[in-house]
């Protein structure tokens, strides 16, 4: 279920800047070399495999820019790509990729617009859901109906955070119709442009919003559950941070008893980012 129609479907304390992992002048890496992205694609694509997806459609020479072997570095040393200052540039020229999409068959099935992202291109943390409802598909905004309001509690009044202090964006940038679940072929066609996005903002840390977010991001099959209750390490390119998986604000709302469970997820998340719990 897709996250605008739950019915079917701080004081903000400053983040504490990232470990040690910005260049002089606090500028980004910028996104892997080339190569490191053949070895990322192989990976994606022995994933999509494995969850039985047979055949994908991608744009005629789009790999052909791709080298087999990235360039030699010097002794001693391990070749990196340039550092990026401008993360909103970054995702501007993502979304410029993205277009009026047409890749899966979302384009032609009532989708009103394409949702990219929503927030701080600098954020130490990034929410990921599954996919826009129809609320995110009038306005063109990730999280802004009832679910988007729970999540904004969730952001403000739970971790004390205000939502232009994080970025929030969805596996699958268009609403599938009647807000059902993405299929696996709609998110193994977006999910690379979520993988640019991520590897272009370099969060401290990704809380992923129910099964089909943490599925994409940790390249697993299983519950939520069994994978809830602690830190994963992720990698993306060159660049690896945590992930916090936690039940979706869509659920939460069709089943408030899982409340409590959701506000430890949260803890967690803001025990590793240093936050306190805001005063009432």
């Not at 617009?113 to 598909?137: H, K």
């Amino acid at each position: 279920m897709s996250e605008g129609d739950a019915s079917s479907s701080p004081g903000a304390a400053a983040v504490a800047r990232r470990r040690g992992g910005t260049a002089a002048g606090g500028r980004r890496p910028a996104e892997p070399h080339p190569a490191a992205s053949r070895s990322l694609l192989f990976d994606y694509l022995e994933f999509q495999r494995e969850l039985g997806i047979e055949t994908l459609r991608w744009p005629r020479g789009a790999l052909d820019s791709l080298p087999s072997a990235p360039p030699p570095a010097a002794a001693g040393q391990t070749a990196a790509a340039a550092p990026s200052a401008d993360p909103a540039a970054a995702l501007a020229a993502i979304r410029a990729d993205l277009g009026d999409c047409t890749r899966c068959p979302l384009h032609s099935q009532g989708r009103k617009q394409i949702v990219f992202g929503d927030g701080n291109p600098r954020a130490e943390l990034v929410f990921v859901g599954e996919a826009p409802g129809a609320d995110e598909d009038r306005q063109g905004v990730p999280f802004v109906g009832r679910a988007g309001q729970l999540l904004n509690d969730m952001i403000q009044k739970g971790m004390g955070l205000e939502r232009s202090q994080v970025y929030i964006c969805n596996v699958v940038k268009c609403r599938p119709p009647e807000n059902r679940t993405p299929e696996p072929n709609e998110c193994a066609t977006c999910s690379p442009f979520l993988f640019r996005q991520l590897a272009a903002i370099r969060p401290r840390l990704i809380i992923a919003l129910g099964s089909v977010a943490a599925q994409n991001l940790l390249h697993y099959r299983g519950s939520l559950a069994s994978v809830r209750g602690r830190l994963h390490d992720i990698s993306i390119g060159d660049f690896a941070t945590k992930l916090v998986v936690t039940y979706h604000p869509a659920y939460l709302l069709r089943d408030p008893t899982q409340k409590k469970a959701a506000w430890q997820d949260l803890q967690m998340a803001m025990s590793y980012l240093g936050l306190r719990r805001p005063s009432r």
